[in-house]
């Protein structure tokens, strides 16, 4: 049990010197790594100072650039005031207008309502009227057909009947055999 207790103990301090070489190589790799960027960081240096010198160049016209831009600016904001002013002016008088409107509209739907008003009143009068009127245009007509027509039906009539009655009178005799036979004919046919 000695020998397997040292066996295994050997593999571990095996398995663990390979280890430390791993990390030796990789220090050394991020030493190399760590070396070159100091050296590529160098030699960008002078070009990040040029940059930079010429960013606070910039940044001096720009400084110059606000100053005139914010002088403008006050400027149109003063003029702004004095437009926003008129324009409330304007305002004012605008709802004045409106409101003036206002009163004569509600003045014009008074006299619309009130001449609407009156013309239906006129209307249910006319209407009144012709229906007084249609009746009395019926009761005449009636008293027509009774006073004139009728009368004239009843003489129209007594005369068919006299004449039918004459004619009666007239043929006093018994008809013919040809003629009985004629009116049945006439009556079959």
Do not use: Y
Not at 12 to 33: D, E
Not at 173 to 186: K, Y
Request: aromatic residues 4%; glycine residues 4%; charged residues 25%.
């Amino acid at each position: 049990m000695n020998d397997i207790l040292l066996a295994v103990l050997t593999f571990f301090v095996f398995l663990s010197a390979v280890a430390m070489c791993i990390q030796a190589a990789m220090l050394v790799g991020i030493w190399k790594t760590a070396k070159q960027l100091q050296e590529q960081a160098t030699s960008v240096l002078p070009q990040v100072r040029s940059v930079l010198s010429k960013a606070e160049g910039t940044l001096d016209e720009n400084r110059k650039n606000i100053a005139d831009i914010t002088a403008r600016a006050s400027e149109i904001a003063g003029k702004a005031s004095e437009f926003a002013t008129k324009a409330n002016e304007i305002a004012g008088k605008a709802s004045d207008i409106l409101d003036s409107g206002k009163a004569q509209m509600a003045k014009l739907d008074e006299v619309v309502t009130d001449a609407s008003t009156r013309a239906r009143v006129q209307l249910e009068r006319a209407e009144l009227v012709v229906d007084d009127t249609m009746s009395r245009v019926h009761k005449s007509v009636t008293a027509v057909h009774n006073g004139v027509v009728r009368p004239f039906r009843e003489v129209q009539a007594l005369s068919v009947g006299l004449r039918a009655a004459l004619q009666h009178l007239r043929s006093v005799g018994r008809p013919t055999v040809a003629d009985a036979t004629h009116d049945d004919e006439m009556f079959i046919g």
